[in-house]
Nanobody, 132 residues
Framework: QVQLVESGGGSVQAGGSLRLSCARS??????????VAWFRQAPGEEREGVAA???????????YYTDSVKGRFTISQDNAKNTLYLEMNNLKPEDTAMYYC????????????????????WGQGTQVTVSS
């Protein structure tokens, strides 16, 4: 059983920054060898993929970003802490959403990285609110 716990959400003004964390809880804390992604869902909107990374390499695997966050968001891994991060800079009001961490014990595939069905495990989400 893989339980994911997100943290780091909050309220910021436009132009501000936040760092979200995703950690695995339970008997095993390792997230090594997983495709891990951040999704977000704004009220009344569909859930969309934001960033993803394959954690099978200690030096960091290929990263994926949706166009709207490229250059502003950075996904990274800290294998020593078994934690994934989403560094969000220059936040915009349109970034307001519930952010979810998702993971699957597989290699990320460009063709499926943004499909919700590609991920077996999901966290409960952390709210990010950006005011103008």
């Amino acid at each position: 059983q893989v339980q994911l716990v997100e943290s780091g959400g909050g309220s910021v003004q436009a132009g501000g920054s936040l760092r979200l964390s995703c950690a695995r809880s339970g008997y095993s804390l390792s997230l090594s060898g997983y495709c891990v992604a951040w999704f977000r869902q704004a009220p009344g909107e569909e859930r969309e993929g934001v960033a993803a990374i394959y954690t099978g390499y200690a030096s960091g695997g290929t990263t994926y970003y949706t166009d709207s966050v490229k250059g502003r968001f950075t996904i990274s891994q800290d294998n020593a802490k078994n934690t994934l991060y989403l560094e969000m800079n220059n936040l915009k009001p349109e970034d307001t959403a519930m952010y979810y961490c998702a993971a699957d014990p597989s290699v990320c595939s460009r063709g499926s990285v943004w499909r919700e069905g590609s991920y077996r495990y999901w966290g409960q989400g952390t709210q990010v609110t950006v005011s103008s």
